[in-house]
């Protein structure tokens, strides 16, 4: 192994040993709220853009998730998909998207929403946690809070996605997301942003499952509404079976 892979191993399990230990009390506090909203039968559902839609969309219909877990899905926002790709940041600064993209969905008061940015700082991320609390939504923002103080906030009211959530939790990602350098090299590379804030999600889920099927044990609720792998036996139509239970509060199988 070379000593930059070694490197970067290790940084990236420096950072989860981090968040584990610095965050587990925010961790649990989200757990609690998805494992209420999954309880009281409302909506969930995350949002990212660019690079921080690839944690929103790791906790979306795949095995082991939650059934009522949905995409918010921008066009040309969700990761690298548009041409040419530096529209995905150019629409993260446009004023009003957020709020229209909101409106078209069937969010309602009591839903939760988990908005994904690095830094916080952009207008969608800011506008959609904003927007989403004036209509009564509780909001999660997952992002760094080395960025606010460092780096300028792109939004008119000078605000970051911290600012207008219930609970944020924080990734510890250093501002640049570059954890390698090498003297040859003009910056830093290596980032572990994708895979700390996806460990993060997941642990929220993890926390979730774990409050749900604790009160199913004990004779209150149903177990957690969860996928099954499709490369399993009877994987595809339990399923199926899932999301009919459950068709109410998605809407990725419009």
């Given at each position: 192994m070379s000593d930059l892979v070694g490197r970067y191993f290790d940084a990236a399990i420096a950072h989860l040993r981090?968040?584990?230990a610095e965050e587990a009390d925010t961790i649990e506090a989200a757990g609690a709220l998805l494992a209420e909203a999954v309880t009281e039968g409302r909506r969930i559902f995350t949002f990212g853009s660019g690079h921080s839609a690839l944690p929103a969309q790791d906790v979306v219909y795949r095995a082991g998730g939650l059934v009522p877990v949905?995409?918010?899905n921008v066009p040309g926002m969700a990761g690298v998909t548009v041409m040419p790709a530096p529209l995905s940041s150019a629409l993260e600064r446009v004023s009003g998207l957020a709020?229209?993209?909101?409106?078209?969905?069937?969010?309602?008061?009591g839903d939760l929403l988990f908005v994904i940015s690095l830094s916080g700082?952009?207008?969608m991320p800011v506008e959609l946690a904003r927007y989403a609390r004036d209509r009564g939504l509780k909001v999660v923002g997952v992002t760094s809070l080395?960025?606010?103080?460092e780096v300028p906030s792109a939004h008119p009211s000078g605000t970051y996605l911290k600012d207008h959530c219930d609970i944020v939790l924080d990734s510890k990602i250093a501002v640049g997301d570059g954890e390698l350098s090498h003297p040859a090299a003009e910056t830093a590379f290596g980032p572990v942003s994708t895979v700390v804030t996806s460990a993060l999600m997941q642990a929220v889920v993890a926390s979730a499952v774990g409050r749900l099927a604790d009160a199913a044990a004990a004779g209150d609720g149903a177990a957690p509404p969860l996928f099954r792998s499709g490369n399993v036996p009877g994987g595809t139509e339990w399923n199926a079976k899932q999301m009919a239970d459950n068709a109410d509060r998605i809407f990725y199988t419009y």
């Open positions: 981090r968040v584990r949905n995409l918010l709020t229209t993209t909101l409106d078209l969905t069937p969010a309602t008061a700082r952009q207008v080395a960025y606010p103080g």
